[in-house]
Each structure stands twice: as structure tokens, then as C-alpha cells.
């Protein structure tokens, strides 16, 4: 793995070497390192490109790091991933994606992960985007993920992308059985000419299904974002989705939350601000003797934290 | 010290806010009063750099700040603490602590500031500064920033409202031990008898001119016994009853 690798495994897994525990690392197309665990085993796709990732029932206190890096201008992969969570887990999975781009083909990974979350399991997922290099080429990533979760399940999802990243639609679906309860943590910050759509759906068809998707997003320079939420009540359950979004510049937001009931116990709830940084919030760090930039650097950081 | 020297401030071109204000601040305490409306609060914008006059000086130790901006007069030693605290989503107490304090705040460090303020560092240091604090904790945090800068200018606008759960005695314990510290001075805009109090010189401020200017011992019985001592007459009248309730 050469420097320009490892600089964008340490982005978006963090990693300086191997992880503990189980692994598969993916780069340029191609698989660079896997390890399997007693309780959870990675297998390659037979039928398309892609991994599944098997995880022993009732395993816990474990881990999974899933990074996928191209550093070579032009390459364009789709690839599947699935994850077979069994009942009473509870695990962390890390992915992440980064690109590097110096030339002048665009870059393309599209990720489709499908999560099978097994009764009462608790996952963890992270994942992070990051997109560098100085090519004219564009770093374009097209996340899916698709989320089935069993009765009394618990996920939560953290996701970033916060540089680099030209192009992105970020498609996340979610069904809900009974007890079962969805968490996501959503951070966006685009620049330049970028453009990032955000598309969640979630039904919840169990009774005690709970979904609370909660993005925060800055739109710089002549950047678009579009924020979409759709929550379906269709038992008794609850739901509250919230978009806040700082604009600058000549950025372009739109939030379009949506709610349907279908029982008339489900109560749900959409929150969404677009604003740009306040006045008094500059003032009130620049008289703690922070320059206007620094002040700002600092609103920002604080709210995509 | 601080010097202010014929300073204007007008906005829409004729709309006099303040009119040649000469004042010279080198005492412990000085507290700015009057009638609401009578440039107090635009006073000390004036001499944090938030507005710039359109007329007169601002000398800090004898050099000219009239014209730099919010941060170098910062960066001088000048610190201000708003009437209305402002909320930050995602940037957390002690953020903001050690922003104020320039270098990274320790759970002791922070201890220390918040303390001072009432507030207990293990149960605030995390907190974000958003919605979920009260007008009142917001309030004690901005005088906490104040105190982690320490600078030799130290302006309060009216500090003592909405922390009436607080008692004033421990607001002026602060300011009393914040003097200990950086042998600075205090600018206390305020209309709280006891805080006039504390004060070595009174200045009060009425349409945007200095109405009086002296010590306090000479100011402070006009003030309170003119029409515009309405708002502290009130807030005597609630500490009294406040008081009853305590002992009774």
C-alpha cells in the first residue's frame, strides 16, 4: 500500500495499520486485506462484486472495518455488500469510502449495503466519505443503504462527508418491526461546484417502532444540497426526522421532510432550519479575540461536531 | 485606563444614539445607569468595537483603538459580556471557556471559572450552549468567558438579569474577586441598587448624554430618588420580598 493509500484509510477509517478484529479492505477494484474472526466471517460475492458479512448470533463487543480506497484516476465500481447481523449482537461496523483523484477520468464507487439486523441486535455503523486529489476528474460516491430490522433491534447510523466529494446521492430505506428503533446521524459539508442529495425513507410497521433521523449539513461556496426525509407511520409508532442547514455563500439548500400516518397512533414530527452563521455568534467569538474567519471556522466545526 | 473623548454615534445619517461622551475609566467598579433608552448598552458596543463612532476617540492606555476592530481590541484586553448571551449549536461550555481562556480549558481549570459563577464544571463543561440551557445558566457562562480571559477591561451589561435564583451578594463576590485577580477595571451597566452599591464611580446616562458623572456617594442618592428609579425600586421591593420569604 503506498503513502497516498494510507492517507486515505487513516481519513476514513482512521487506521494507521491493520484493525483488531474482523476486516476486509478494499482497494482499486480489488481486495488488499481481509480477516475473519471466530464469530464473524467475510465471503466474497459469487455473482457480483461485493462481500458478505456473516456475524455469528449473540456475538458482542466486536467489530467490523469495511474501507474502500481508490487512488486510481478513471476507476468506476459498483459494489454489493450485505450484512447478516444475527440475533443479540452487538457490534460496530466501520466503513468508509475515499478517493483520490489526480487525473482526468472521473472516479465512481457506489456502495449498496443491505443490513439485516436479527432480533434485539444493536449495530453500530459508521461511515465516512472523503474525496482529494487535484485532477480535473470528479469524485463521485452513490451510497445505498438498505435496512431490515427485526423486532426489538437497535441501529444507529453515523455518516460523514465532509471534503472532497464532487457528486453524491445518498439513498437510505429503512422497515421497522415491532420494538424495533433506527438512530441516524447525518453530516454534510459540500463545496465549490459539489452537489449532495440526501434521501431517507423509513417504514415503521411494528408496534413501538421509533426513527429519529437527525441531519446537519453547511453549504459553502456555489454548492446544492437537497435533504429529503420521508417517515411512514403505518402502526403505532414514533418518528421525528430534522434537517438543520447552514448556508453561505451562493450555496442552494432544500429540505423536503414528509410524513405520512397510516394508523392513528403513529405520531411523527419533522423539524427543518436553513439559516446562514448569526451576526452575534461572529461578534460574540470575535470578542473572545477570534478574526472573523476563525470565528467562523469554529461555528462550523462546533455544528457538523 | 480608558479614555473616551467626544465620542458621537449617529445611525441613518442623523439619528443621534450618543453625543459627545467624555469619560475616563481607571477605578475598580464603575457602573454605567439611567433610563432604558439611554445609550448604555451602545455605549459599550462602542467600546467593545462592535459600532464604530462616528464621532470622538477611544484611547486604552494611552493608544488610539478607535479604529480596531472587535478582535485586536480583544486581543488588548478587552472583554464584554452580552446582555442577551448568544446560543451555539454544537459548541459545547467548555469550547467556548477555552476560547476565552486561549488555550484548552481542564475540568479544573473550568472548576475554577464556573464555580465563581455558581454552576458546578462536572455537570456544565460538556453541555452544548443551545436551547436546552436556561436564559439564567447562559447568563453565569458569559460571565464565566469573562472571567476566563482576565483582561484588563471588563465590560458587564446588565449581568444581574434573569440570574435571580443566583443572589446578587455571590454576583458581587465575583467582581470583587475578578478585581483581585487582573487589578483591572469594571464596567457594570446596571440598574441594580446594590450593585450601584459597589461602585466607585456612578455614570449615568440619560438621551444619549452624560446626565452625571462621580462617586458614588454623591450620585447614588439623586439616582435613586429621581422618576427614572422606577426599574430599581421595583427590583428593591422584589429583593425585600424575596428576603421575607426566605426568613419566613
Not at chain 1, 429529503?228 to 432544500?254: F, K, W, Y
Not at chain 2, 464596567?187 to 452624560?210: F, K, M, P
Request: proline share 2%.
Amino acid at each position: 500500500m503506498d503513502e497516498i493509500q494510507k492517507n486515505l484509510l487513516r481519513e476514513v477509517a482512521e487506521l494507521d495499520s491493520l484493525p483488531v478484529g474482523a476486516y476486509n479492505i478494499r482497494a482499486n477494484g480489488g481486495m488488499a486485506a481481509r480477516n475473519t474472526t471466530a464469530d464473524i466471517d467475510i465471503v466474497t460475492k459469487t455473482d457480483k462484486p461485493g462481500i458478505d458479512i456473516i456475524i455469528r448470533p449473540g456475538t458482542k463487543k466486536q467489530s467490523v472495518h469495511i474501507p474502500v480506497i481508490i487512488s486510481e484516476a478513471g476507476l468506476k465500481e459498483v459494489v454489493y455488500n450485505d450484512f447478516f447481523i444475527g440475533d443479540d449482537c452487538d457490534v460496530v461496523i466501520i466503513a468508509g469510502c475515499g478517493i483520490h483523484n489526480c487525473g482526468g477520468g472521473d472516479s465512481e464507487h457506489d456502495g449498496v449495503h443491505q443490513f439485516f439486523v436479527g432480533k434485539n441486535a444493536r449495530v453500530r455503523y459508521i461511515e465516512k466519505h472523503y474525496g482529494e486529489g487535484d485532477g480535473r476528474g470528479k469524485r463521485l460516491m452513490n451510497p445505498t443503504t438498505v435496512v431490515h430490522m427485526e423486532e426489538g433491534s437497535y441501529m444507529e447510523m453515523e455518516t460523514t462527508q465532509i471534503a472532497g466529494v464532487d457528486d453524491t446521492l445518498r439513498k437510505t430505506t429503512a422497515d421497522l418491526a415491532a420494538g424495533a428503533s433506527l438512530v441516524v446521524h447525518e453530516k454534510v459539508m459540500t463545496t465549490g461546484d459539489q452537489n449532495a442529495v440526501s434521501d431517507f425513507t423509513a417504514d415503521l410497521n411494528g408496534e413501538g417502532a421509533s426513527c429519529n433521523i437527525v441531519s446537519r449539513t453547511v453549504a459553502r461556496d456555489n454548492s446544492r444540497q437537497h435533504f429529503i426525509s420521508r417517515l411512514n407511520g403505518n402502526a403505532p409508532c414514533s418518528g421525528h426526522t430534522e434537517c438543520d442547514s447552514i448556508i453561505m455563500d451562493q450555496a442552494h439548500v432544500l429540505a423536503t421532510p414528509q410524513l405520512e400516518a397510516n394508523n392513528i397512533d403513529a405520531s411523527l414530527i419533522h423539524e427543518a432550519a436553513i439559516g446562514k452563521i448569526a451576526g452575534e455568534q461572529l461578534i460574540k467569538l470575535m470578542t473572545l479575540g477570534l478574526t472573523e474567519q476563525e470565528a467562523e471556522e469554529q461555528i462550523i466545526n462546533g455544528f457538523l461536531k | 485606563m480608558l479614555e473616551l473623548q467626544h465620542i458621537g454615534y449617529e445611525v441613518d445619517g442623523n439619528k443621534e444614539i450618543l453625543h459627545d461622551i467624555n469619560l475616563t475609566v481607571n477605578e475598580r467598579f464603575v457602573a454605567i445607569t439611567g433610563p432604558n433608552g439611554g445609550g448604555k448598552s451602545t455605549l459599550a458596543k462602542v467600546i467593545a468595537g462592535i459600532y464604530t463612532p462616528t464621532s470622538g476617540r477611544i484611547l486604552l492606555d494611552g493608544e488610539d483603538i478607535t479604529n480596531l476592530s472587535i478582535t485586536e481590541r480583544a486581543k488588548l484586553g478587552v472583554s464584554y459580556a452580552f446582555q442577551q448571551p448568544v446560543r451555539f449549536k454544537g459548541l459545547r461550555v467548555r469550547d467556548l471557556l477555552s476560547l476565552a481562556a486561549g488555550k484548552d480549558t481542564t475540568v479544573n481549570d473550568a472548576c475554577g471559572f464556573l464555580s465563581e459563577v455558581g454552576l458546578c464544571a462536572r455537570d456544565y463543561i460538556d453541555r452544548e450552549i443551545d436551547a436546552s440551557l436556561s436564559g439564567g445558566e447562559l447568563k453565569r457562562i458569559e460571565i464565566a468567558m469573562v472571567l476566563a480571559r482576565g483582561t484588563k477591561l471588563s465590560i458587564f451589561d446588565e449581568p444581574e438579569a434573569g440570574i435571580d435564583l443566583w443572589s446578587f451578594q455571590n454576583l458581587i463576590r465575583v467582581f470583587e474577586s475578578m478585581y483581585e485577580k487582573t487589578r483591572g477595571s469594571i464596567l457594570i451597566i446596571s440598574h441594580q441598587e446594590r450593585i450601584l452599591n459597589i461602585a466607585d464611580t456612578i455614570v449615568v446616562l440619560r438621551g444619549g448624554r452624560l446626565d452625571k458623572v462621580g462617586p458614588r456617594e454623591q450620585i447614588l442618592p439623586g439616582v435613586l430618588g429621581s422618576a427614572d428609579a422606577g426599574d430599581m425600586a421595583c427590583s428593591i421591593l422584589t429583593d425585600k420580598l424575596e428576603e421575607g420569604r426566605a426568613n419566613g
